[in-house]
């Protein structure tokens, strides 16, 4: 019975915590470890052999029951009252309770097996738990009271700068976006500068990643974020940040070029920005950044305006060819 109370109890505040996350329009799930492993596009897993004792509140997600559990593992379904219960008992016997299996990633966990036994150990008081580890070998920086779109952007960003090997010529990477979805397409831009690049210098002269990654920053990204400071855009734009201005004009640039075959330069891209942003319609506008960047993005694969390198021209045949796979 006392187990039952505790978790009728525990069952209450999550309520309270969903119902106040709701007023401040917030999300208060647990992280899924799915979408960030996804972000992160890592395969590599070092398993530890033996059990190890981990902080409750450095654990932040799960494999697969996020939706049961708030972001406290308080239990938000009747239905576990059971299985909880029994858990809860279990922690006065002899035998005690299992290790429970845990993802690391960085310095957060996500519970594999063993959502339960977090969640009774947190309505106990625990400060921490023994688990078995398996860690991604990757840091993004994630913290335990970050959002999964802050979770996910700092995922995406570790695996641009793990892929395009950019720290080595820009240790303190100046980029950042609002919202997920960003670095995918920068890694899309860049890998195609790789292949103009390559093309350039010819075949002899092989293009790493990371001479392609820094080469596009300092002659793609650059002037069109010099453009953007030019004209004060941020100012305009509260809440963003240069990078999701250039996704923007990179993508109205790329749909012009698609529409008309116009090729604008970076500063005609910035200053058509600027005098939108100066009409009642800001807004709007803003709403149209993200639909011309996810526009951009998916069609990335598609073709290419001569800006980016301005050193040579070519025809979809050729383009073609530079998108193939290697």
């Known amino acids: 019975m006392a187990a039952k109370n505790l978790f009728h109890k525990a ?6 915590s969903d119902f106040l996350a709701r007023l401040g329009g917030r999300s208060n799930d647990l992280l899924p470890f799915d979408a960030l492993a996804s972000a992160l596009h890592v395969y590599q897993q070092i398993s530890r052999p033996r059990p190890e004792v981990i902080p409750l509140d450095k654990i932040v997600g799960s494999v697969g029951r996020y939706k ?46 063993g959502n339960h036994r977090v969640s009774v150990a947190r309505a106990n008081g625990f400060g921490d738990i023994e688990a ?20 996910i952007i700092k995922a995406e960003r570790a695996r641009f700068i793990a892929e395009t090997g950019i720290g080595d010529c820009y240790p303190h990477l100046d980029i950042y976006f609002t919202r997920p979805g960003g670095f ?3 890694l899309d831009h860049v890998q ?11 075949d002899d002269t092989p293009v790493s990643p990371t001479e392609a990654a820094c080469d596009w920053y300092e002659n793609a990204y650059l002037p069109i974020v010099e453009s953007i400071r030019e004209r004060q855009l941020l100012r305009r734009f509260p809440g963003r940040t240069a990078a999701d201005l250039y ?13 008309s075959g116009e090729k604008l330069t970076p500063e005609e ?21 993200g639909r011309l960047a996810e526009l951009s993005g998916a069609r990335s694969n598609a073709d290419m305006p001569d800006w980016v390198t301005q050193t040579f021209e070519w025809d979809d045949g050729s383009l073609a060819e530079l998108l193939e796979d290697d």
């Not at 195609?192 to 010819?202: C, F, S, V």
């Not at 891209?269 to 100066?278: D, I, K, P």
């Open 192 to 202: 195609i500068h790789r292949r103009l690049l390559q093309r350039e210098q010819g």
């Open 68 to 113: 049961d559990f708030t972001r406290d593992f308080l239990p938000r379904n009747l239905g576990l009252v059971q299985r909880w219960a029994r858990i809860d008992t279990a922690l006065d016997t002899p035998e005690g309770l299992p290790p429970i299996e845990v993802y690391k990633i960085g310095e957060v966990y996500f519970v594999a097996d």
């Open 269 to 289: 891209g910035a200053q058509m920005l600027a005098l939108q942003a100066e009409s009642p319609f800001q807004q709007a506008v803003a709403a149209v950044m």
């Open 184 to 186: 995918p397409q920068l």
């Open 11 to 16: 069952h209450g505040r999550a309520q309270f």
């Open 247 to 259: 996704v923007w004009i990179w993508g109205y640039i790329f749909q012009t070029y698609l529409e």
């Open 132 to 151: 078995y580890v398996t860690e991604i070998p990757v840091d993004p920086g994630i913290e335990p009271g970050d959002t999964l779109d802050e979770a």
